[in-house]
């Protein structure tokens, strides 16, 4: 089945350390998103990528640092530098920026 | 003042209740709009998707997109407990304005038995 895998579901981070959190999909979608989402709110875009080898800042990208040299995967960093990392992370993917959108399940970050 | 402004709820309604959310959005370019429902610590998942004014209906399901007003409506018929969701919409900007996905805060519902 094609779909979007995160990993690992469940993360805990020391202050100061920095952590990276995997998304990989099988769907043959072009673009990848990274969003975070805190409690109530929507989902805030972090970086994204529509092709590989390239990637851009989204929204809040302050703190994080993505990768895309590969199709199927877009690994976010979350660095020391993010004051406030504590939130849900979720991936997703589209065939092209601004299309419908899969998402993964998510990533719960919890700094300790 | 935000792009998409949603309702954040939370809406609690009756078994069978219609459900209306609600979202309307400041910038007359978005071309695309989409509704997500989100369970409790799982990824959103795409419930429906349309790009012009007027009516797209699936099943239990109908959306409602009015451009000339910037507002966008899901309505939920004999709503069900399986229904209690976090409701996201989220709109498209067109490529010369990067094209990204703009979400709404969501809408907490939950449908009482």
């Known amino acids: 089945d094609g779909g979007i895998t995160q990993s690992p579901k469940y993360l805990f981070r020391k202050e100061g350390q920095n952590v990276t959190l995997s998304c990989e999909q099988n769907l043959n979608h072009d673009a990848m998103y990274w969003y975070r989402q805190d409690p109530g709110q929507g989902l805030r875009l972090i970086y994204y990528s529509q092709i590989v080898n390239d990637f851009q800042k989204g929204d809040i990208a302050e703190g994080y640092s993505v990768s895309r040299e590969k199709k199927e995967s877009f690994p976010l960093t979350v660095t020391s530098a993010q004051k406030n990392p504590t939130a849900f992370y979720l991936c997703?993917?589209?065939?092209?920026?601004?299309?419908?959108?899969?998402f993964g399940s998510g990533t719960r970050l919890t700094v300790v | 003042q935000k792009e998409v402004e949603q309702d954040p709820g939370p809406l609690s309604v009756p078994e069978g209740a219609i459900v209306s959310l609600n979202c309307t959005y400041s910038?007359?370019?978005?071309?695309?709009f989409m509704w997500y429902r989100q369970y409790s610590r799982k990824g959103p998942e795409l419930l429906m998707y349309?790009?012009?004014?007027g009516n797209k209906e699936d099943g239990r399901f109908t959306a409602q997109v009015d451009k000339s007003s910037k507002y966008i409506s899901l309505f939920i018929r004999d709503s069900q407990p399986s229904d209690s969701a976090t409701y996201l919409c989220a709109m498209s900007a067109p490529r010369n304005q990067g094209g990204k996905l703009i979400f709404g805060q969501g809408t907490e519902l939950s449908v009482k038995p």
């Open positions: 349309t790009y012009s004014s």
């Open positions: 997703a993917s589209s065939m092209l920026v601004g299309g419908e959108s899969t």
């Open positions: 910038n007359s370019a978005f071309q695309y």
